[in-house]
């Protein structure tokens, strides 16, 4: 069985900034893809930034230059660094991983963590 255990949301100030962890545990063979997505109140879950094994990086549009995902591969984790928050980026932020382990090949997704950006 794998799990996806996220940390770091909270409370930020607009222009502040957080860092999300998410650390993948279980009999992993191998992980192909990480990723955050977010979903707020009366909206769609959606991606917010992935990385892959090799280290590619897709982001949505509405964070690119102020999020940045970073991973690391013996730890089996992913990151989201968070800079110049803005109240638009309030969500439950989810960690989503495509794992290679002892049960095959799925989709695995953390538990969510609340990032509020509020004055």
């Known amino acids: 069985q794998v799990q996806l255990v996220e940390s770091g949301g909270g409370l930020v100030q607009p222009g502040g900034s957080l860092r999300l962890s998410c650390a993948a545990s279980?009999?992993?063979?191998?992980?192909?893809?990480m990723g955050w997505y977010r979903q707020a109140p009366g909206k769609q879950r959606e991606m917010v930034a992935v990385i892959t094994n090799l280290g590619r990086r897709n982001y949505i549009a509405s964070v690119k230059g102020r999020f940045t995902i970073s991973s690391d591969n013996a730890k089996n984790t992913v990151y989201l660094q968070m800079n110049s928050l803005k109240p638009e980026d309030t969500a439950v932020y989810y960690c989503n991983a495509d794992v290679t382990s002892s049960g095959g090949r799925r989709n695995y997704w953390g538990q969510g963590t609340q990032v509020t950006v509020s004055a």
């Open positions: 279980g009999t992993i063979f191998s992980i192909a893809t």
